[in-house]
Structure formats: C-alpha cells, structure tokens
C-alpha cells in the first residue's frame, strides 16, 4: 500500500502509477468548497481523493476499465463519499452535464506507430504522432461542460506545444496561464489553468 498525504491507496499493472505530473496537478489545484468538479483519466483515482476533500461532488472518468476499478478500491478504502466514477471516453459518460472545474492530467507524450505496444496502460501516455491528439479532442469539446466562471486544470509537457494549448484556450473564451511547472530531463511539465471570462 503506498501514501499520498495520508490517502492510502494501491496500483495495478494496467493503470498509470502516480508520478510527478500527478502531484504537480493535486498540489496546484484552484478548486472552492461550491464546486462540482470533473476529473479525466483519474487512473488509481489520487486527485479526484484529493479534490473531494476540497470542493462538493467529483465525477471521475476513465476510459481504462482497470483504472475504474483500482479508483474504486481506493475511493472506499479512503471513505470518500463525494466521487462518483464511470468509464468512458472523454466527457462521453457525462454528456449534458456541466461542471465549475475540470481536470485532466492528460496523455501527452507524442508517441510513433512503432512505440505502440497497444494494452490499456498505453492510454495513459500516448499522445499520438505530435502528442496532442487526446489533448486537442479534449479541448474541442470543453466549453460544452463548464459552468458560467468555470474553470480548467490541464497537465501537459513542453514536448506537445504549451502554447498550442494556451491559444486555442484563449480563444474559447478563457483567461489562460501556466500556473505551475516542473523541468525534467527533456521535458518541461506544466499545469495549464484556464477561467471562463464573464459573457456579460
Ligand atoms: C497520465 S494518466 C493520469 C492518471 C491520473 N489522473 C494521475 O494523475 O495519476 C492519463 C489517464 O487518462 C486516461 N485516458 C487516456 N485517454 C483517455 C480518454 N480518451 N478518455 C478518458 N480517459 C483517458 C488514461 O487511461 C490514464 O488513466
């Protein structure tokens, strides 16, 4: 059994094991006590853990059904009560839905058709070709599910172009920033925090 400050939890083979990119986005969360919160591909479930004990209700997806079932067995042996989990791709399994804060430490990696080794645990890090490839669908669809105000919390490295992210946000309508970062050895990995502007 591993810890995270106090939150008990285990891993399977199958599903991602919380590293740096993961504590880099539970530490620099920008969540209030009203919010409902969505969290993609929360994996052994330690952010969507981490937020509840924040904010009113999280929903927390994955499309790895491994993931849903080690984020079920860590939300009930922490007795998290506030987190609902259900699998699927994306916003797919909360469609119609709205959200104040949605979270996605994505995979980001830009991945070539021979460094495929095609099992679930892949999901967790290919980007496709240019590494963005869940991160642009992602974002297509993203202001569909934000409340009025709502926010996003993004994870992504130097590798699959912050800016990118950074410009298509911004022209969503959201104030846009890089809120934390952390520098590897070839890589910079970045919290990406974006805030609906007021339509008034
Ligand atoms: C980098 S891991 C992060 C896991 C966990 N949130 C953490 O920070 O430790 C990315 C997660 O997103 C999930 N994922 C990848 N593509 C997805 C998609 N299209 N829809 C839902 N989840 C997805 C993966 O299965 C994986 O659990």
Same mark, same amino acid.
């Given at each position: 059994?591993?810890?995270?400050? %106090?939150?008990?939890?285990? &891993? ?30 929360? %994996? &052994?479930?330690? @952010?969507?853990? &981490? @937020? ?5 209700? @999280? ?9 849903? #079932?080690?984020? &079920? ?5 922490? #007795? ?15 469609? %119609? ?42 974002? +297509?669809?993203?202001? +569909? ?18 800016? #990118?992210?950074?410009? #298509? ?28 502007? +007021?339509?008034?």
């Amino acid at each position: 059994m591993l810890d995270y400050k %106090g939150i008990h939890y285990k &891993t399977y083979p199958e599903v991602y094991e919380p590293a740096e990119d993961t504590f880099l986005l539970a530490e620099n969360l920008q969540v209030e006590r009203r919010h409902r919160v969505l969290e993609i591909g929360t %994996g &052994t479930g330690i @952010v969507a853990i &981490t @937020v509840s004990r924040q904010c009113r209700t @999280v929903v927390a997806t994955d499309i790895n059904p491994h993931a849903i #079932k080690c984020a &079920t067995h860590n939300i009930i042996n922490n #007795k998290t009560y506030n987190v609902e989990l259900k699998e699927g791709d994306l916003f797919e399994p909360v469609v %119609g839905e709205k959200f104040d804060l949605i979270l996605f430490n994505t995979p980001y990696l830009p991945t070539s058709e021979d460094e495929r080794v095609h099992d679930e645990l892949e999901a967790a890090w290919d980007g496709g070709s240019d590494g963005r490839e869940v991160i642009d669908r992602f974002l +297509d669809e993203l202001i +569909d599910y934000l409340n009025p105000e709502g926010r996003v919390q993004l994870v992504q490295s130097s590798l699959s172009d912050i800016d #990118k992210t950074l410009d #298509k946000l911004e022209k969503m309508g959201l104030d846009t920033c890089v809120t934390a970062r952390e520098k590897h050895f070839f890589e910079e990995v970045v919290v990406i925090t974006g805030i609906l502007r +007021d339509s008034n």
